[in-house]
């Protein structure tokens, strides 16, 4: 049974710093893709970075470039994104993605993450 269990969201103020992480189970993590996204009360759900299986190769959305780091430690199954000079506009429900090596999609349940101006 796949699992991904977000956690770190919480309440910051603008300029602030958070860490998440998705702690995965179910899957072959070391050989999938791992992204997250992110969703605010009345918008389409967005990209914000993924990590590649492959290599270390990354990639992010324009909005979070330099602010924004995606990480992932494959002996425990878990991605990170460290997000640092928050702004009330990455306000949002923080979800973690994987996207396995048969290019199956699995989400997990979400993070609240608040910014305060």
């Known amino acids: 049974q796949v699992q991904l269990v977000e956690s770190g969201g919480g309440l910051v103020q603008a300029g602030g710093s958070l860490r998440l992480s998705c702690a995965a189970s179910?899957?072959?993590?070391?050989?999938?893709?791992m992204s997250w996204y992110r969703q605010a009360p009345g918008q389409e759900r967005e990209f914000v970075a993924s990590?590649?299986?492959?290599?270390?190769?990354?990639n992010y959305a324009d909005s979070v470039k330099g602010r924004f780091t995606i990480s992932r430690d494959n002996a425990k199954n878990t991605v990170y994104l460290q997000m640092n000079s928050l702004k009330p506009e990455d306000t949002a429900a923080y979800y973690c993605?994987?996207?396995?090596?048969?290019?199956?999609?699995?989400w997990g349940q979400g993070t609240q993450v608040t910014v305060s101006s």
């Open positions: 993605n994987a996207q396995d090596e048969r290019d199956r999609d699995y």
């Open positions: 179910g899957f072959t993590f070391s050989r999938s893709a």
């Open positions: 990590s590649f299986s492959a290599g270390a190769s990354t």
